[in-house]
């Protein structure tokens, strides 16, 4: 698996507690040094790896940091072979992108990551079309916080989604890892 702007690599590391047997390494425009996974420089835009090369390309919380979130999906749907999972924010209700935004920051500004606040509404559904990849589970309600916090933080404001290529793919193995 390919974790796409991975940062300190908490995301990795906490699916290789739960699954020692898979291959992860990260890839990030600013490398961290104390980083928990092995992570290979780029430069936001093109991934440094030859076509087909990963089995799943992960991106949690990295789409809103694109300058072209659809061209970043064609990169992705490039080196994936099975599948592609996404999880990112959308701005749906009241206050919601000032709430983003209060979190991008919080979250990303001490480490000097860049916060363009590129947050879809609803254009999820023309990137994935744009960029060649079918839909294969989205989910809007995840419980990432204590009660009370997702009261303001949680809100429908995550998207949680799998896809696969449509380019010879059915689907299958995109379904069966989800």
């Known amino acids: 698996m ?4 991975c940062g ?7 699916i290789l507690d739960r699954r020692p047997d898979l291959n ?6 600013l490398v961290r040094p104390a980083a928990q996974l092995v992570v290979t420089p780029f430069d936001g835009r093109r991934l440094p790896f030859p076509d087909g090369s990963w089995d799943t390309v992960l991106f949690c919380d990295v789409m809103h940091h694109t300058e072209d ?25 009241l206050l919601a992108r000032p ?3 209060l979190m991008d920051f919080v979250g990303n500004a001490p480490h000097g990551v ?8 609803t254009q999820w559904h023309h990137a994935f079309v744009a960029s060649g990849l079918k839909p294969v589970d989205m989910r809007t309600r995840i419980q990432l916080y204590p ?3 997702n009261v303001l933080f949680g809100r429908l404001l995550h998207l949680l989604r799998g896809a696969t ?4 793919r059915s689907g299958d193995a995109a379904a069966a890892a989800w």
């Open 2 to 5: 390919l974790d796409v702007g």
């Open 8 to 14: 300190d690599g908490l995301v990795g590391r906490l």
């Open 24 to 29: 992860i390494a990260g890839v990030d425009v």
């Open 69 to 93: 979130p659809v061209d970043m999906l064609r990169e992705a749907v490039r080196v994936a072979r099975d599948c592609i999972v996404i999880k990112d924010h959308v701005v749906r209700g």
């Open 99 to 101: 709430t983003l935004r």
């Open 114 to 121: 860049v916060l363009p606040y590129n947050f879809f509404t």
């Open 147 to 149: 009660r009370w916090a």
């Open 165 to 168: 290529s449509f380019a010879g």
